[in-house]
């Protein structure tokens, strides 16, 4: 906690999980989060070991932040932090998160018995992020990269609408319809995918 206790500490980690991210790019994702106060989790973060500044090379050259192998290992903490947190009655799928917490979130509500019985790769456009996941036997890997060749696609401009259909019941052809959503390639491996994942029932 002496870590990664301070508010906003973790979920900074959380942004950072899928690779190196501009500061532009993290605080884009933290609403709320001021400058001043993103700027001293972030140095308060390195001087821990958890993170690292590295310079793009050209013509990028642009400073990032990335995880170390030690902030990298925090990944099943934010998993546990997140299945306490959908165990609670006032937890609402619905509410507005950003893609990586999307994808942090299957990895942590993955039914684990479905995974040897699907194969392919799906993509996720959600705005300006892309990442594709590869289920199979030894887990559900979700990088940072091009969905081209992906036999299935979903894209949205939130994450929120993808969540709204796994996690809340919102029919898919309603999000298709009402908000926006697009499913290419396989729809059958989509639904299959989708239908992999499920908070746990409430405690409270």
Same mark, same amino acid.
């Given at each position: ?20 991210? *501009?500061?532009?790019?993290? $605080? =884009?994702? +933290? &609403? #709320?989060?001021?400058?001043? /106060?993103?700027?001293?989790?972030? %140095? ?62 299957? *990895?942590?509500?993955?039914? $684990? =018995?479905? +995974? &040897? #019985?699907?194969?392919?790769? /799906?993509?996720?456009?959600?705005? %300006? ?62 639904? *299959? ?7 746990? &029932?409430?405690?409270?």
């Amino acid at each position: 906690m002496e870590l990664i206790g301070e508010r906003w500490s973790l979920l900074i980690v959380r942004e950072l999980m899928f690779g190196g991210r *501009r500061f532009s790019d993290i $605080r =884009a994702n +933290l &609403p #709320g989060i001021s400058a001043k /106060v993103l700027t001293e989790r972030l %140095e308060s973060l390195e001087q821990s070991g958890v993170l690292v500044r590295r310079r793009l090379p050209p013509p990028a050259s642009a400073q990032v932040y990335e995880l170390t192998a030690f902030g990298y290992a925090a990944e099943p903490l934010i998993q546990e932090a997140g299945r306490w947190a959908a165990q609670s009655s006032a937890h609402d799928p619905t509410l507005p998160l950003s893609a990586a917490s999307l994808m942090l979130s299957m *990895r942590a509500m993955v039914d $684990r =018995a479905m +995974l &040897p #019985g699907l194969r392919g790769r /799906v993509g996720f456009v959600i705005g %300006e992020e892309r990442f594709v996941a590869e289920p199979g036997p030894g887990g559900l890997p979700i990088r940072r990269g091009d969905v081209q060749g992906a036999d299935a696609v979903f894209l949205a401009n939130d994450a929120a609408i993808i969540a709204g259909g796994i996690y809340a019941g919102v029919p898919w052809a309603d999000l298709e319809r009402e908000a926006g959503l697009v499913i290419e390639g396989d729809r059958d491996l989509a639904m *299959r995918y989708v239908a992999m994942f499920s908070l746990p &029932p409430p405690l409270t």
